[in-house]
């Protein structure tokens, strides 16, 4: 089988001749090529211009054999696009200048049109798409759920507490759900649109819903996460991911998506039993910092627990990290893809 072939097959649970992989954030700080070109361009720059988000979206599959490409972006410039002023500042990572603290700011929101928002984008999934063709392997899209983005639009950045976030969410239920429709709205677009542009499959990343309870999850989140992957998956395949969300993936599941990314904080095999769709996942980033001999049997206890069942993409339960070694992401792929369940 192709790349393409096999990634898709798995994501439908279709057997395969050998277990698909790809990594997320695996066109990222690890590799030389992308620290040398970042070092000339900055987030914003690498975002804005189509060329130079090609060219990171391929570096990775100079270095090993993925089944996968994701294109390069990020999931919060749509958020510049309906009002807010996010920048990327070396060192701290992304920072809103004006995040949302009163119900009159979700209602000043706009909603542009993706082709509006987020047209570079667009335009190197355009650009790439010819030489992943060429390569058979597939291109994957992605959006943040509501939530994630939510969250980031009304702290202002990164957080452990969540505590602005889920202070909104209780005391002002109606703005919630303006703002929640308004972000799901700007989602649904933005996917479509990769589709249109050439994507074979998109993920929708829900970074920061292990934050939350199952209840609160169900009642705040859930609905919203469904509308849209319900709009979505009759036009591609979906991954819907997530982290830290062991005690309520069934819920998580039951928003939508064709197959459920899974952290490291729960086995796969289980993951798999409470979902009962196909999985991605889930070997913890950090083991990659290790030697070989110690990282080989986490990525086999993975594979021992999938068993051979069709359903299965090989990936990190979240993205690499900038300390990894190259050698290490390369004999994990070679290991995934020549690995026999006997």
Same mark, same amino acid.
């Given at each position: 089988?192709?790349?393409?072939?096999?990634?898709?097959?798995?994501?439908?649970?279709?057997?395969?001749?050998?277990?698909?992989?790809?990594?997320?954030?695996? =066109?990222?700080?690890?590799?030389?090529?992308?620290?040398?070109?970042?070092?000339?361009?900055?987030? &914003?720059?690498?975002?804005? @211009?189509?060329?130079?988000?090609?060219?990171?979206?391929?570096?990775?599959?100079?270095?090993?054999? #993925?089944?996968?490409?994701?294109?390069?972006?990020?999931?919060?410039?749509?958020?510049?696009?309906?009002? #807010?002023?996010?920048?990327?500042?070396?060192?701290?990572?992304?920072?809103?200048?004006?995040?949302?603290?009163?119900?009159?700011?979700?209602?000043?929101?706009?909603?542009?049109? =993706? &082709?509006?928002?987020?047209?570079?984008?667009?335009?190197?999934?355009?650009?790439?798409?010819?030489? #992943?063709?060429?390569?058979?392997?597939?291109?994957?899209?992605?959006?943040?759920?509501?939530? @994630?983005? =939510?969250?980031?639009?009304? &702290?202002?950045?990164?957080?452990?507490?969540?505590?602005?976030?889920?202070?909104?969410?209780?005391?002002?239920?109606?703005?919630?759900?303006?703002?929640?429709?308004?972000?799901?709205?700007?989602?649904?677009?933005?996917?479509?649109?990769?589709?249109?542009?050439?994507?074979?499959?998109?993920?929708?990343?829900?970074?920061?819903?292990?934050?939350?309870?199952?209840?609160?999850?169900?009642?705040?989140?859930?609905?919203?996460?469904?509308?849209?992957?319900? =709009?979505?998956?009759?036009? @591609?395949?979906?991954?819907?991911?997530?982290?830290?969300?062991?005690?309520?993936?069934?819920?998580?599941?039951?928003?939508?998506?064709?197959?459920?990314?899974?952290?490291?904080?729960?086995?796969?095999?289980?993951?798999?039993?409470?979902?009962?769709?196909?999985?991605?996942?889930?070997?913890?980033?950090?083991?990659? #910092?290790?030697?070989?001999?110690?990282?080989?049997?986490?990525?086999?206890?993975?594979?021992?627990?999938?068993?051979?069942?069709?359903?299965?993409?090989?990936?990190?339960?979240?993205?690499?990290?900038?300390?990894?070694?190259?050698?290490?992401?390369?004999?994990?792929?070679?290991?995934?893809?020549?690995?026999?369940?006997?």
């Amino acid at each position: 089988m192709t790349g393409r072939e096999r990634f898709l097959a798995a994501c439908r649970g279709k057997a395969v001749d050998c277990t698909p992989i790809w990594i997320m954030r695996q =066109a990222g700080r690890y590799l030389p090529e992308y620290r040398a070109l970042r070092s000339r361009h900055s987030m &914003e720059t690498a975002l804005r @211009t189509p060329a130079i988000a090609a060219e990171i979206t391929l570096l990775p599959l100079k270095h090993f054999s #993925l089944d996968a490409a994701i294109i390069f972006s990020d999931i919060l410039p749509p958020l510049t696009a309906m009002g #807010l002023d996010l920048a990327f500042v070396p060192g701290h990572g992304p920072r809103i200048d004006n995040p949302l603290q009163t119900p009159k700011a979700i209602d000043l929101l706009g909603v542009p049109p =993706a &082709e509006e928002a987020m047209g570079p984008t667009l335009e190197a999934i355009k650009i790439v798409r010819p030489e #992943l063709d060429a390569r058979n392997l597939a291109l994957i899209g992605f959006a943040g759920a509501p939530f @994630t983005m =939510a969250s980031y639009a009304i &702290e202002g950045g990164s957080t452990r507490t969540f505590a602005r976030t889920k202070a909104f969410m209780y005391s002002e239920p109606a703005a919630w759900d303006r703002l929640m429709v308004k972000l799901s709205g700007v989602t649904i677009d933005y996917l479509k649109a990769q589709v249109a542009a050439g994507v074979d499959c998109v993920q929708l990343f829900d970074s920061w819903v292990g934050a939350l309870s199952r209840y609160d999850y169900k009642r705040y989140v859930k609905p919203y996460s469904h509308r849209v992957l319900s =709009a979505i998956e009759d036009s @591609t395949l979906v991954i819907h991911f997530s982290t830290n969300t062991g005690t309520y993936l069934d819920a998580v599941a039951a928003a939508g998506g064709h197959m459920i990314g899974v952290d490291w904080r729960i086995p796969i095999d289980e993951a798999r039993a409470r979902v009962k769709k196909p999985v991605m996942g889930n070997l913890d980033p950090s083991t990659l #910092l290790a030697p070989w001999r110690e990282l080989m049997p986490h990525a086999q206890e993975v594979m021992q627990r999938i068993g051979g069942q069709p359903g299965h993409v090989f990936n990190l339960g979240h993205g690499i990290l900038p300390e990894t070694p190259i050698k290490n992401v390369q004999r994990l792929v070679d290991y995934v893809h020549n690995y026999c369940h006997g």
